[in-house]
């Protein structure tokens, strides 16, 4: 959180995320949210969080990026890969 605490982030996430939250774990939809920075002291570790239909509860501690997030998509929703994404694994526990 660039400026708040992790309660103000998570409430401000429950606010504007949590109504598509919802509506996406019913219409074939997904919601990805992925932090853009960590601290800036080690591995740069940062969060992303996918839920939606069809998204299996489970924890990763792979090493990814957006190609990754993006052929995970692709994987879920039955699309060819594009691009760099071709070349990456998907998330195979996420879509059931």
Excluded: K
């Amino acid at each position: 959180m660039h400026d708040c605490s992790i309660t103000t982030g998570d409430r401000w996430l429950a606010d504007h995320l949590s109504g598509y939250a919802t509506w996406a774990q019913t219409h074939h939809s997904l919601l990805i949210v992925t932090f853009d920075e960590d601290d800036s002291a080690g591995p740069n570790l940062i969060p992303t969080i996918i839920t939606g239909q069809g998204v299996a509860a489970a924890r990763a501690n792979d090493r990814i990026d957006h190609y990754t997030v993006l052929r995970t998509i692709e994987a879920c929703f039955g699309l060819a890969p594009l691009g760099v994404a071709a070349a990456r694994t998907p998330l195979a526990q996420i879509c059931r």
